[in-house]
Protein backbone atom coordinates (compact mmCIF):
# COMPACT_ATOMS: atom_id res chain seq x y z
CA UNK A 1 0.00 0.00 0.00
CA UNK A 2 1.35 3.56 -0.44
CA UNK A 3 2.10 3.85 3.32
CA UNK A 4 3.97 0.71 3.18
CA UNK A 5 7.44 1.35 2.77
CA UNK A 6 10.07 -0.61 0.91
CA UNK A 7 12.30 -0.35 3.42
CA UNK A 8 10.49 -1.48 6.15
CA UNK A 9 11.44 -4.65 7.99
CA UNK A 10 9.67 -8.06 9.10
CA UNK A 11 10.36 -6.80 12.42
CA UNK A 12 8.41 -3.85 12.32
CA UNK A 13 5.44 -5.99 10.88
CA UNK A 14 6.03 -8.49 13.30
CA UNK A 15 1.81 -8.11 14.40
CA UNK A 16 0.57 -9.03 10.39
CA UNK A 17 3.70 -12.12 10.87
CA UNK A 18 1.35 -13.52 13.86
CA UNK A 19 -1.68 -12.90 12.51
CA UNK A 20 -1.03 -14.63 9.34
CA UNK A 21 1.16 -17.05 11.10
CA UNK A 22 -1.86 -17.87 13.10
CA UNK A 23 -3.97 -18.51 9.77
CA UNK A 24 -1.62 -20.68 7.74
CA UNK A 25 -2.50 -23.08 10.56
CA UNK A 26 -6.06 -23.50 8.57
CA UNK A 27 -4.08 -25.22 5.21
CA UNK A 28 -1.80 -27.28 7.62
CA UNK A 29 -5.49 -29.04 9.17
CA UNK A 30 -6.27 -29.53 5.70
CA UNK A 31 -2.57 -31.18 4.54
CA UNK A 32 -2.71 -33.18 7.98
CA UNK A 33 -6.03 -34.90 6.96
CA UNK A 34 -4.97 -35.37 2.89
CA UNK A 35 -1.72 -37.14 4.16
CA UNK A 36 -3.67 -39.29 7.20
CA UNK A 37 -6.54 -40.43 4.52
CA UNK A 38 -4.38 -41.58 1.80
CA UNK A 39 -2.34 -43.95 4.11
CA UNK A 40 -5.36 -45.26 6.34
CA UNK A 41 -6.73 -46.83 2.90
CA UNK A 42 -2.97 -49.30 2.87
CA UNK A 43 -3.30 -50.19 6.48
CA UNK A 44 -4.29 -53.88 7.37
CA UNK A 45 -5.86 -52.52 10.89
CA UNK A 46 -7.98 -50.22 8.55
CA UNK A 47 -8.77 -52.69 5.66
CA UNK A 48 -9.77 -55.12 8.60
CA UNK A 49 -12.72 -52.82 9.08
CA UNK A 50 -13.52 -51.03 5.86
CA UNK A 51 -12.06 -53.57 3.64
CA UNK A 52 -11.77 -57.06 2.52
CA UNK A 53 -9.29 -60.13 2.20
CA UNK A 54 -7.14 -59.83 -1.11
CA UNK A 55 -4.64 -62.22 -0.78
CA UNK A 56 -3.37 -61.52 -4.30
CA UNK A 57 -2.81 -57.92 -3.61
CA UNK A 58 0.32 -57.28 -1.81
CA UNK A 59 -0.59 -56.49 1.81
CA UNK A 60 -3.44 -59.43 1.85
CA UNK A 61 -6.06 -56.73 1.74
CA UNK A 62 -7.68 -54.31 -0.27
CA UNK A 63 -10.95 -51.82 -0.40
CA UNK A 64 -13.75 -51.67 -2.97
CA UNK A 65 -12.65 -49.01 -5.90
CA UNK A 66 -16.88 -47.18 -4.47
CA UNK A 67 -15.68 -47.23 -0.54
CA UNK A 68 -12.42 -45.70 -1.30
CA UNK A 69 -13.55 -43.12 -3.84
CA UNK A 70 -16.54 -41.70 -1.45
CA UNK A 71 -13.46 -41.80 1.93
CA UNK A 72 -11.33 -39.66 -0.09
CA UNK A 73 -13.27 -37.71 -2.23
CA UNK A 74 -16.32 -36.74 0.03
CA UNK A 75 -13.87 -34.29 1.94
CA UNK A 76 -13.12 -32.23 -1.15
CA UNK A 77 -17.22 -32.51 -2.17
CA UNK A 78 -17.41 -30.94 1.54
CA UNK A 79 -15.06 -28.47 0.64
CA UNK A 80 -16.64 -27.30 -2.72
CA UNK A 81 -19.85 -27.11 -1.17
CA UNK A 82 -18.45 -24.28 1.68
CA UNK A 83 -16.03 -22.72 -0.68
CA UNK A 84 -19.23 -22.05 -2.39
CA UNK A 85 -21.46 -20.65 -0.78
CA UNK A 86 -18.60 -18.69 1.22
CA UNK A 87 -19.68 -15.45 -0.22
CA UNK A 88 -23.00 -15.64 0.96
CA UNK A 89 -21.98 -16.56 4.67
CA UNK A 90 -19.45 -13.31 4.31
CA UNK A 91 -21.98 -11.33 3.39
CA UNK A 92 -22.99 -10.94 7.12
CA UNK A 93 -19.79 -12.83 9.04
CA UNK A 94 -16.50 -12.20 9.27
CA UNK A 95 -13.63 -13.86 8.15
CA UNK A 96 -12.57 -15.31 12.15
CA UNK A 97 -16.55 -16.48 12.58
CA UNK A 98 -16.40 -18.21 9.63
CA UNK A 99 -13.07 -19.98 10.91
CA UNK A 100 -14.61 -20.60 14.08
CA UNK A 101 -17.38 -22.61 12.63
CA UNK A 102 -14.79 -24.54 10.60
CA UNK A 103 -13.13 -25.27 14.50
CA UNK A 104 -16.42 -26.38 15.51
CA UNK A 105 -17.16 -28.30 12.20
CA UNK A 106 -14.08 -30.26 12.18
CA UNK A 107 -14.22 -31.32 15.93
CA UNK A 108 -17.66 -32.86 15.43
CA UNK A 109 -16.79 -34.47 12.18
CA UNK A 110 -13.77 -36.29 13.88
CA UNK A 111 -15.57 -37.35 16.86
CA UNK A 112 -17.89 -39.52 14.45
CA UNK A 113 -15.08 -40.86 12.37
CA UNK A 114 -13.18 -41.63 15.56
CA UNK A 115 -16.18 -43.61 17.27
CA UNK A 116 -17.54 -45.66 14.53
CA UNK A 117 -17.38 -48.44 12.78
CA UNK A 118 -19.98 -47.73 10.11
CA UNK A 119 -18.89 -46.93 7.08
CA UNK A 120 -22.28 -45.11 6.24
CA UNK A 121 -21.25 -43.09 9.38
CA UNK A 122 -17.48 -42.79 8.30
CA UNK A 123 -19.08 -41.44 5.24
CA UNK A 124 -20.77 -38.45 7.05
CA UNK A 125 -17.83 -37.73 9.25
CA UNK A 126 -15.44 -37.29 5.85
CA UNK A 127 -18.29 -34.91 4.42
CA UNK A 128 -18.58 -32.61 7.65
CA UNK A 129 -14.68 -32.66 7.47
CA UNK A 130 -14.47 -31.37 4.12
CA UNK A 131 -17.40 -28.61 4.60
CA UNK A 132 -15.22 -27.23 7.52
CA UNK A 133 -12.10 -27.70 5.50
CA UNK A 134 -13.20 -25.45 2.78
CA UNK A 135 -13.99 -22.95 5.24
CA UNK A 136 -10.40 -23.19 6.49
CA UNK A 137 -8.97 -22.81 3.16
CA UNK A 138 -10.97 -20.02 1.92
CA UNK A 139 -11.49 -17.61 4.48
CA UNK A 140 -7.51 -17.99 6.01
CA UNK A 141 -6.37 -17.26 2.58
CA UNK A 142 -8.84 -14.51 2.06
CA UNK A 143 -7.92 -12.88 5.41
CA UNK A 144 -3.93 -13.17 4.49
CA UNK A 145 -4.89 -11.40 1.36
CA UNK A 146 -6.68 -8.61 2.75
CA UNK A 147 -4.51 -8.02 5.35
CA UNK A 148 -0.80 -8.47 4.45
CA UNK A 149 1.25 -5.86 2.61
CA UNK A 150 1.95 -6.32 -1.06
CA UNK A 151 5.80 -6.94 -0.27
CA UNK A 152 5.50 -9.66 1.94
CA UNK A 153 1.92 -11.61 0.41
CA UNK A 154 3.84 -14.03 -1.89
CA UNK A 155 5.78 -14.89 1.46
CA UNK A 156 2.85 -15.65 3.08
CA UNK A 157 0.65 -17.51 0.78
CA UNK A 158 4.11 -19.21 0.15
CA UNK A 159 3.89 -20.16 3.64
CA UNK A 160 0.45 -21.08 3.14
CA UNK A 161 1.37 -23.67 0.65
CA UNK A 162 4.27 -24.50 3.45
CA UNK A 163 2.20 -25.55 5.86
CA UNK A 164 0.11 -27.83 3.66
CA UNK A 165 2.80 -29.65 2.61
CA UNK A 166 4.41 -29.86 6.28
CA UNK A 167 0.71 -31.00 7.43
CA UNK A 168 0.50 -34.15 4.53
CA UNK A 169 4.00 -34.75 6.21
CA UNK A 170 3.38 -34.88 9.58
CA UNK A 171 -0.14 -36.83 8.29
CA UNK A 172 2.07 -39.49 6.60
CA UNK A 173 4.93 -39.69 9.08
CA UNK A 174 2.37 -40.57 11.95
CA UNK A 175 0.64 -43.60 9.21
CA UNK A 176 4.08 -44.63 8.48
CA UNK A 177 4.53 -45.10 12.52
CA UNK A 178 1.18 -46.65 13.14
CA UNK A 179 0.83 -48.66 10.07
CA UNK A 180 2.01 -51.78 11.39
CA UNK A 181 -0.71 -51.97 13.87
CA UNK A 182 -2.87 -54.84 13.52
CA UNK A 183 -6.00 -53.09 14.96
CA UNK A 184 -8.06 -50.06 15.63
CA UNK A 185 -5.62 -47.48 17.24
CA UNK A 186 -3.70 -48.07 14.03
CA UNK A 187 -5.84 -45.23 12.42
CA UNK A 188 -7.50 -44.33 15.78
CA UNK A 189 -3.58 -42.61 16.62
CA UNK A 190 -3.66 -40.77 13.13
CA UNK A 191 -6.85 -39.12 13.35
CA UNK A 192 -6.07 -38.15 16.88
CA UNK A 193 -4.32 -35.13 15.59
CA UNK A 194 -6.81 -33.56 13.84
CA UNK A 195 -7.80 -32.16 16.90
CA UNK A 196 -4.76 -30.21 17.52
CA UNK A 197 -5.62 -27.49 14.80
CA UNK A 198 -9.35 -26.24 16.05
CA UNK A 199 -7.88 -26.01 19.88
CA UNK A 200 -5.08 -23.63 18.76
CA UNK A 201 -6.90 -21.48 16.43
CA UNK A 202 -10.28 -21.21 18.49
CA UNK A 203 -8.00 -19.59 21.40
CA UNK A 204 -5.62 -17.58 18.68
CA UNK A 205 -8.26 -15.93 16.65
CA UNK A 206 -9.39 -13.80 20.06
CA UNK A 207 -6.26 -12.51 19.60
CA UNK A 208 -6.11 -10.62 16.77
CA UNK A 209 -7.93 -8.00 14.36
CA UNK A 210 -10.58 -8.90 12.06
CA UNK A 211 -9.70 -8.36 8.16
CA UNK A 212 -9.61 -4.50 7.73
CA UNK A 213 -10.69 -5.23 3.72
CA UNK A 214 -14.14 -6.60 5.40
CA UNK A 215 -14.98 -4.39 7.85
CA UNK A 216 -14.25 -1.28 5.67
CA UNK A 217 -16.27 -3.31 2.79
CA UNK A 218 -18.75 -3.67 5.22
CA UNK A 219 -18.69 0.42 6.10
CA UNK A 220 -16.99 -0.24 9.59
CA UNK A 221 -14.82 2.64 8.67
CA UNK A 222 -13.46 2.88 12.41
CA UNK A 223 -13.17 -0.50 12.94
CA UNK A 224 -11.23 -1.07 9.88
CA UNK A 225 -8.85 2.18 10.36
CA UNK A 226 -8.15 -0.12 14.48
CA UNK A 227 -7.30 -3.04 12.63
CA UNK A 228 -4.87 -1.89 10.12
CA UNK A 229 -3.26 -0.07 12.95
CA UNK A 230 -2.70 -3.25 14.95
CA UNK A 231 -1.62 -5.13 11.85
CA UNK A 232 0.85 -2.39 10.74
CA UNK A 233 4.11 -1.06 11.84
CA UNK A 234 4.15 1.47 14.95
CA UNK A 235 3.64 5.41 13.79
CA UNK A 236 2.35 3.93 10.13
CA UNK A 237 -0.12 6.07 8.48
CA UNK A 238 -2.92 3.86 7.76
CA UNK A 239 -5.19 6.78 7.65
CA UNK A 240 -3.79 6.86 3.80
CA UNK A 241 -4.28 3.19 3.78
CA UNK A 242 -7.62 3.39 4.59
CA UNK A 243 -8.85 5.98 2.19
CA UNK A 244 -7.20 4.12 -0.61
CA UNK A 245 -9.29 0.74 0.69
CA UNK A 246 -12.50 2.64 0.40
CA UNK A 247 -11.46 4.54 -3.14
CA UNK A 248 -11.13 1.64 -4.48
CA UNK A 249 -13.82 -0.32 -3.08
CA UNK A 250 -16.33 3.17 -4.00
CA UNK A 251 -15.04 3.20 -7.67
CA UNK A 252 -15.99 -0.83 -7.48
CA UNK A 253 -19.60 0.26 -6.65
CA UNK A 254 -20.01 2.83 -9.17
CA UNK A 255 -19.24 -0.02 -11.63
CA UNK A 256 -22.10 -2.29 -9.70
CA UNK A 257 -23.85 -0.91 -7.07
CA UNK A 258 -24.93 -4.78 -5.58
CA UNK A 259 -22.70 -7.63 -3.95
CA UNK A 260 -24.12 -10.70 -5.34
CA UNK A 261 -23.38 -14.20 -7.34
CA UNK A 262 -24.74 -12.66 -10.63
CA UNK A 263 -22.60 -9.72 -9.85
CA UNK A 264 -19.71 -12.02 -10.85
CA UNK A 265 -20.39 -12.12 -14.21
CA UNK A 266 -22.60 -8.94 -15.26
CA UNK A 267 -19.58 -6.73 -15.71
CA UNK A 268 -17.17 -7.34 -18.35
CA UNK A 269 -14.54 -6.42 -15.83
CA UNK A 270 -15.89 -8.62 -13.00
CA UNK A 271 -16.46 -11.21 -15.41
CA UNK A 272 -13.13 -11.40 -16.48
CA UNK A 273 -11.72 -11.19 -13.42
CA UNK A 274 -13.79 -13.49 -12.26
CA UNK A 275 -12.54 -16.20 -14.79
CA UNK A 276 -9.21 -15.42 -14.16
CA UNK A 277 -9.49 -16.45 -10.73
CA UNK A 278 -11.62 -19.75 -10.64
CA UNK A 279 -8.75 -20.98 -14.25
CA UNK A 280 -6.08 -19.98 -11.70
CA UNK A 281 -6.91 -21.67 -8.53
CA UNK A 282 -7.85 -24.42 -11.13
CA UNK A 283 -4.33 -25.04 -12.53
CA UNK A 284 -3.59 -27.21 -9.89
CA UNK A 285 -6.30 -29.79 -10.38
CA UNK A 286 -4.89 -29.28 -14.10
CA UNK A 287 -1.70 -31.59 -13.29
CA UNK A 288 -2.97 -34.38 -11.38
CA UNK A 289 -1.40 -33.77 -8.23
CA UNK A 290 -4.39 -34.73 -5.96
CA UNK A 291 -3.75 -38.56 -7.92
CA UNK A 292 -0.27 -38.47 -6.33
CA UNK A 293 -0.83 -36.68 -2.91
CA UNK A 294 -4.08 -38.40 -1.55
CA UNK A 295 -2.96 -42.11 -3.39
CA UNK A 296 0.85 -41.84 -2.85
CA UNK A 297 0.92 -45.12 -0.34
CA UNK A 298 -1.96 -46.81 -1.53
CA UNK A 299 -0.37 -46.24 -5.26
CA UNK A 300 3.03 -47.09 -4.13
CA UNK A 301 1.74 -50.35 -2.50
CA UNK A 302 -0.34 -51.78 -6.00
CA UNK A 303 3.16 -50.51 -7.75
CA UNK A 304 5.09 -53.07 -5.51
CA UNK A 305 7.29 -50.07 -4.62
CA UNK A 306 9.35 -51.37 -1.61
CA UNK A 307 8.60 -49.74 1.90
CA UNK A 308 5.34 -47.53 0.50
CA UNK A 309 5.19 -45.55 3.55
CA UNK A 310 8.48 -44.48 4.15
CA UNK A 311 8.63 -43.85 0.33
CA UNK A 312 5.31 -41.48 1.01
CA UNK A 313 7.49 -39.80 3.72
CA UNK A 314 9.91 -39.06 1.23
CA UNK A 315 7.49 -37.96 -1.14
CA UNK A 316 6.05 -35.29 1.19
CA UNK A 317 9.66 -34.15 2.76
CA UNK A 318 10.68 -33.14 -1.09
CA UNK A 319 7.66 -31.12 -1.71
CA UNK A 320 8.20 -29.59 1.43
CA UNK A 321 11.98 -28.35 0.55
CA UNK A 322 10.50 -27.22 -2.82
CA UNK A 323 8.29 -24.51 -0.57
CA UNK A 324 11.16 -23.35 1.68
CA UNK A 325 13.71 -22.66 -1.95
CA UNK A 326 10.47 -21.04 -3.15
CA UNK A 327 10.10 -19.03 0.02
CA UNK A 328 13.42 -17.68 -0.75
CA UNK A 329 12.90 -16.12 -3.65
CA UNK A 330 9.30 -15.31 -3.80
CA UNK A 331 9.47 -11.70 -1.99
CA UNK A 332 12.46 -10.66 -4.51
CA UNK A 333 11.46 -12.81 -7.63
CA UNK A 334 8.28 -14.52 -7.40
CA UNK A 335 7.07 -13.85 -11.20
CA UNK A 336 3.62 -15.76 -11.37
CA UNK A 337 3.44 -16.22 -14.83
CA UNK A 338 7.07 -17.95 -15.59
CA UNK A 339 6.83 -20.04 -12.36
CA UNK A 340 3.57 -21.51 -13.34
CA UNK A 341 4.36 -22.30 -16.90
CA UNK A 342 7.79 -23.66 -15.61
CA UNK A 343 5.76 -25.68 -13.40
CA UNK A 344 3.06 -26.91 -15.37
CA UNK A 345 5.00 -27.98 -18.00
CA UNK A 346 7.41 -29.89 -15.98
CA UNK A 347 5.16 -31.50 -13.85
CA UNK A 348 3.00 -32.49 -17.10
CA UNK A 349 6.38 -34.10 -18.94
CA UNK A 350 6.95 -36.18 -15.72
CA UNK A 351 3.33 -37.60 -15.44
CA UNK A 352 4.07 -38.46 -19.14
CA UNK A 353 8.00 -40.39 -18.29
CA UNK A 354 6.36 -41.87 -15.21
CA UNK A 355 3.52 -43.73 -17.25
CA UNK A 356 6.04 -44.63 -20.32
CA UNK A 357 8.24 -46.23 -17.76
CA UNK A 358 5.98 -48.20 -15.96
CA UNK A 359 4.22 -49.57 -19.04
CA UNK A 360 7.37 -50.97 -20.66
CA UNK A 361 8.39 -52.88 -17.37
CA UNK A 362 5.68 -53.37 -14.31
CA UNK A 363 5.84 -54.29 -10.88
CA UNK A 364 10.32 -54.79 -11.23
CA UNK A 365 12.19 -53.52 -8.41
CA UNK A 366 14.15 -50.85 -10.46
CA UNK A 367 10.52 -49.62 -12.24
CA UNK A 368 9.71 -48.61 -8.42
CA UNK A 369 12.93 -47.18 -7.69
CA UNK A 370 12.23 -44.79 -10.94
CA UNK A 371 8.68 -44.12 -10.28
CA UNK A 372 9.55 -42.58 -6.46
CA UNK A 373 12.25 -40.83 -8.27
CA UNK A 374 10.28 -39.25 -10.59
CA UNK A 375 7.51 -38.42 -8.19
CA UNK A 376 9.73 -36.98 -5.71
CA UNK A 377 10.45 -34.17 -8.79
CA UNK A 378 7.34 -34.10 -9.50
CA UNK A 379 6.40 -32.93 -6.05
CA UNK A 380 8.97 -30.61 -5.68
CA UNK A 381 8.19 -28.92 -9.60
CA UNK A 382 4.23 -28.83 -8.13
CA UNK A 383 4.74 -27.73 -4.62
CA UNK A 384 7.71 -25.10 -5.84
CA UNK A 385 6.06 -23.20 -8.95
CA UNK A 386 1.90 -24.53 -9.29
CA UNK A 387 0.49 -24.97 -5.81
CA UNK A 388 1.68 -22.15 -4.27
CA UNK A 389 1.36 -19.34 -7.35
CA UNK A 390 -2.20 -21.00 -7.94
CA UNK A 391 -3.88 -20.15 -4.75
CA UNK A 392 -1.63 -16.37 -4.63
CA UNK A 393 -3.55 -15.61 -8.50
CA UNK A 394 -6.43 -16.76 -7.19
CA UNK A 395 -6.58 -14.51 -4.09
CA UNK A 396 -5.24 -11.42 -5.81
CA UNK A 397 -7.22 -10.94 -8.91
CA UNK A 398 -10.76 -10.77 -7.63
CA UNK A 399 -12.05 -6.99 -7.27
CA UNK A 400 -12.57 -5.88 -3.86
CA UNK A 401 -16.16 -5.47 -3.14
CA UNK A 402 -16.73 -9.51 -4.68
CA UNK A 403 -13.44 -11.02 -3.47
CA UNK A 404 -15.42 -12.89 -1.00
CA UNK A 405 -17.71 -14.79 -3.53
CA UNK A 406 -15.21 -14.85 -6.41
CA UNK A 407 -11.95 -16.59 -4.39
CA UNK A 408 -15.37 -18.64 -2.93
CA UNK A 409 -16.07 -19.86 -6.37
CA UNK A 410 -12.36 -20.24 -7.00
CA UNK A 411 -11.77 -22.24 -4.49
CA UNK A 412 -14.75 -24.20 -4.80
CA UNK A 413 -14.06 -24.64 -8.60
CA UNK A 414 -10.39 -25.86 -7.32
CA UNK A 415 -12.06 -28.31 -4.68
CA UNK A 416 -14.60 -29.78 -7.31
CA UNK A 417 -11.02 -30.77 -9.64
CA UNK A 418 -9.75 -31.97 -6.54
CA UNK A 419 -12.96 -34.28 -5.86
CA UNK A 420 -13.02 -34.96 -9.62
CA UNK A 421 -9.74 -36.74 -9.52
CA UNK A 422 -9.83 -38.21 -6.41
CA UNK A 423 -12.85 -40.13 -7.24
CA UNK A 424 -12.44 -41.08 -10.55
CA UNK A 425 -8.69 -41.95 -9.33
CA UNK A 426 -9.60 -45.61 -7.83
CA UNK A 427 -11.01 -46.64 -11.40
CA UNK A 428 -7.96 -45.68 -12.76
CA UNK A 429 -4.92 -47.29 -10.21
CA UNK A 430 -7.19 -49.89 -8.32
CA UNK A 431 -6.23 -53.66 -9.34
CA UNK A 432 -10.09 -54.56 -9.09
CA UNK A 433 -11.31 -52.20 -11.69
CA UNK A 434 -8.83 -50.24 -14.91
CA UNK A 435 -5.68 -51.55 -12.44
CA UNK A 436 -3.24 -48.82 -14.78
CA UNK A 437 -1.55 -47.77 -12.05
CA UNK A 438 1.04 -45.28 -12.87
CA UNK A 439 -0.56 -45.24 -16.71
CA UNK A 440 -2.65 -42.63 -15.17
CA UNK A 441 -0.25 -40.18 -16.04
CA UNK A 442 -1.42 -40.98 -19.36
CA UNK A 443 -4.25 -38.52 -19.02
CA UNK A 444 -2.61 -35.77 -17.19
CA UNK A 445 0.62 -34.63 -19.43
CA UNK A 446 -2.06 -33.07 -21.98
CA UNK A 447 -3.80 -31.32 -19.17
CA UNK A 448 -0.86 -29.67 -17.80
CA UNK A 449 0.50 -28.30 -20.82
CA UNK A 450 -3.22 -27.05 -21.88
CA UNK A 451 -3.12 -25.34 -18.32
CA UNK A 452 0.53 -23.71 -19.56
CA UNK A 453 -0.52 -22.27 -22.45
CA UNK A 454 -3.56 -20.71 -21.24
CA UNK A 455 -1.20 -18.80 -18.33
CA UNK A 456 1.02 -17.82 -21.42
CA UNK A 457 -2.49 -15.97 -22.87
CA UNK A 458 -4.37 -15.14 -20.46
CA UNK A 459 -2.58 -14.98 -16.52
CA UNK A 460 -1.93 -11.05 -16.08
CA UNK A 461 1.44 -10.70 -14.31
CA UNK A 462 0.87 -8.80 -10.80
CA UNK A 463 3.85 -9.53 -8.57
CA UNK A 464 4.36 -6.67 -5.87
CA UNK A 465 0.96 -4.51 -6.67
CA UNK A 466 -1.35 -4.05 -3.87
CA UNK A 467 -4.79 -4.71 -4.33
CA UNK A 468 -5.79 -1.52 -5.18
CA UNK A 469 -3.15 -0.90 -8.09
CA UNK A 470 -4.95 -4.42 -9.28
CA UNK A 471 -7.47 -3.09 -9.45
CA UNK A 472 -6.83 -0.08 -11.62
CA UNK A 473 -5.08 -2.06 -14.07
CA UNK A 474 -8.09 -4.23 -14.45
CA UNK A 475 -10.33 -0.87 -15.01
CA UNK A 476 -8.17 0.41 -17.77
CA UNK A 477 -9.16 -2.76 -19.44
CA UNK A 478 -5.42 -3.98 -19.98
CA UNK A 479 -4.27 -6.89 -21.92
CA UNK A 480 -2.03 -9.84 -19.94
CA UNK A 481 1.14 -8.63 -21.29
CA UNK A 482 1.01 -4.99 -20.14
CA UNK A 483 0.33 -5.42 -16.60
CA UNK A 484 4.07 -6.39 -16.11
CA UNK A 485 4.95 -2.77 -16.78
CA UNK A 486 1.79 -0.81 -16.38
CA UNK A 487 2.45 2.39 -14.28
CA UNK A 488 -0.81 3.18 -11.61
CA UNK A 489 -1.82 6.92 -12.14
CA UNK A 490 -4.17 6.25 -8.90
CA UNK A 491 -0.82 5.11 -7.09
CA UNK A 492 0.94 7.80 -7.93
CA UNK A 493 -1.56 10.21 -6.81
CA UNK A 494 -1.73 8.81 -3.39
CA UNK A 495 2.20 8.90 -3.05
CA UNK A 496 2.18 12.77 -3.96
CA UNK A 497 -0.25 13.47 -1.50
CA UNK A 498 1.74 11.11 1.02
CA UNK A 499 4.56 13.18 0.27
CA UNK A 500 2.52 16.79 0.67
CA UNK A 501 1.92 15.76 3.86
CA UNK A 502 5.46 15.18 4.96
CA UNK A 503 6.24 18.53 4.16
CA UNK A 504 3.93 20.15 5.68
Known amino acids: MAAIRDGETIRAHWRCFVACGLMVLSPFQYGVDFGLIGGLQAMPGFLKIYGYPAPNTAIGWNISTVRQQLITSLMTLGAFVSSATAGLVAAKLGRKSCLWMACLGCVISNIIMMTTVDINALYVGRLLNGLA ?13 ESSPAKYRGLFLSGFQFCTSIGTLIGTIVDWATSS ?80 VLDMFKNPIDRRRTVLAVCAVTLQAATGSMFIISYKAYFFTMARVSNPFAMGCVLSAIGLLAIVINSLIVVRYGRRRMLLMSGLGTCGVLQLIVAI ?33 AWLCGGELPSQRLRSYTFGLAAAVGFFGAWLTTFTAPYFINPDSLNWGPRYGYIWFPSSIVAGLWVYFFLPEVQGRTLEEIDEMFEEKLPAKRFRGYKCVRRFVMDEKQDTQHEE
Open 181 to 260: RSDRSAYLIPLGLIYIVPFVLTIGLFFIPESPRWLILQDRIEDGRKALEWLRPTGAQVDIEVAEIKAAIDKERELGSQVG
Open 133 to 145: NGYFMTFSQLFIQ
Open 357 to 389: VYDKNPGATATGQVLVALSCLYMMSYNGMVATY
